[in-house]
């Protein structure tokens, strides 16, 4: 890899390895690399938004228009857990 990390996620997209974020030793990091098993070399990527370690990554394929399943992070709505209660309250 050209950053050592470690706690990132990897995938497997068209015979490609991806290593998403991590853990550089310093901070966490939000850079995103690919391995070419082919070319046996390994580039920079689209880094993300966000810094991440420890995540997990998947690929879903086969969807036609993903872009109407898919939902931004921030608007996914917050559950309160009352630990009192056992309720769970949606906010907003």
């Known amino acids: 890899m050209i ?6 996620g990897l995938e497997v997209l068209n015979d490609h390895f991806f290593a998403v974020g991590g853990y550089n030793g310093v901070n966490t ?5 690919t391995y070419d098993p082919l070319m046996d070399r ?7 938004s966000l ?5 997990s990554c998947c690929v879903i394929s086969g969807i036609p ?3 109407d399943y898919t939902v931004a992070r921030d608007m996914i709505p917050l559950l309160d857990v009352d630990a009192d209660k056992n309720d769970i309250v949606l906010c907003s």
């Open 42 to 48: 390994w580039s920079e990527a689209q880094a993300t």
């Open 3 to 8: 950053t050592t990390r470690s706690n990132f």
């Open 29 to 33: 990091t939000w850079s995103v690399e």
């Open 51 to 55: 810094f991440r370690s420890a995540l």
């Open 65 to 67: 228009n993903m872009a």
